[in-house]
Nanobody
Framework: QLVESGGGSVQPGGSLRLSCSAS??????????IGWFRQAPGKDRERVSC????????RYADAVKGRFTVSRDNNRDIVYLQMTKLRPEDTAVYYC????????????????????WGQGTQVTVSP
């Protein structure tokens, strides 16, 4: 089980930092690739960002490049998603998940239903 936190309501142009931590993990989160996803009402879930557990690979969706930064603190077993210059279209429930139980963020990275997922955290961007 993963746990997200840090969501909230901000005005356009604002910033938020989401956190993803492990709860009850039997292995170190360190070696897992962790993906961030989001789902807006009436829309499909989409990829946001991925951070590798075994190399320096970081991946971002085009919609968030230059505005979002993913990082991890392996000492604390937390993955962060720093979101800046937020836009109304960023409004969604944000989820973190393991990436097919892999350490890698390949170009086609995704998470399946049997991956570890968090419960989601709401991000709302509005004037």
């Amino acid at each position: 089980q993963l746990v997200e936190s840090g969501g909230g309501s901000v005005q356009p142009g604002g910033s938020l930092r989401l956190s993803c931590s492990a709860s009850g993990f039997t292995m170190d989160l360190d070696y897992y690739a962790i993906g961030w996803f989001r789902q807006a009402p009436g829309k499909d879930r989409e990829r946001v960002s991925c951070i590798s557990g075994v190399d320096e690979t970081l991946r971002y969706a085009d919609a968030v490049k230059g505005r979002f930064t993913v990082s991890r603190d392996n000492n604390r077993d937390i993955v962060y998603l720093q979101m800046t210059k937020l836009r109304p279209e960023d409004t969604a429930v944000y989820y973190c998940a393991t990436v097919r139980h892999s350490g890698l963020c390949t170009p086609t990275w995704w998470a399946d239903e049997d991956d570890y997922w968090g419960q989601g955290t709401q991000v709302t961007v509005s004037p």
